[in-house]
């Protein structure tokens, strides 16, 4: 477990005019995040197929932003997969730990809550924070844009940089 330290988590969520499971087997079709999350480059399951318990997954971030000349691989492992409710990642290199949530609520039959956090910790995360924080960042904002996008509507997301842990989508 990672203990969130200043700046972290990164967390925001936003509320979605589509049923949850919907948003559930958007997120499910890997292959096909570039589609809609503008941070993905390319991403997938090593074997094909879609999000799966303790499988792994690889993509390539885009830049956070146009002017910079980046692309940047990363490979998870899957380790936490709650049907409508969440799935969460983790990538271990030496020197760097990181956690990715995405998070799932109904709120009806129609809508739903979506929203990402993340954490990390490690030299190698502390020698960059600050390009860390702004990627975590970028992370958070691109998705809950694609999903409202996909929603074709849905309500301003709200985004936290937390000083402290919060209690935003547990």
Request: proline content about 7%.
């Amino acid at each position: 477990m990672i203990v969130p330290s200043i700046g972290l988590p990164v967390e925001g969520y936003t509320t979605l005019d589509m049923p949850v499971e919907r948003m559930w087997n958007i997120q499910l079709d890997v292959g096909r995040w570039r589609d809609w999350n503008t941070c993905f480059a390319c991403s997938a399951m090593i074997g094909g197929g879609p999000l799966e318990l303790g499988g792994t997954l690889v993509f390539v971030f885009n830049p956070i932003q146009r002017r910079y000349w980046y692309k940047m691989p990363a490979v998870a492992k899957i380790v936490e997969l709650v049907p409508c409710r969440r799935v969460t990642w983790e990538v271990k290199l030496p020197g760097f730990h990181a956690l990715h949530s995405y998070r799932f609520e109904r709120l009806d039959e129609s809508r739903c809550r979506y929203g990402s956090w993340e954490v990390a910790e490690g030299p190698l995360y502390r020698i960059a924070e600050g390009f860390w924080l702004a990627h975590f960042g970028y992370v958070c904002e691109s998705s809950l844009r694609g999903a409202r996008g996909l929603a074709g509507s849905g309500r301003p997301p709200r985004y936290t940089r937390a000083q402290t842990p919060t209690k935003n989508l547990k």
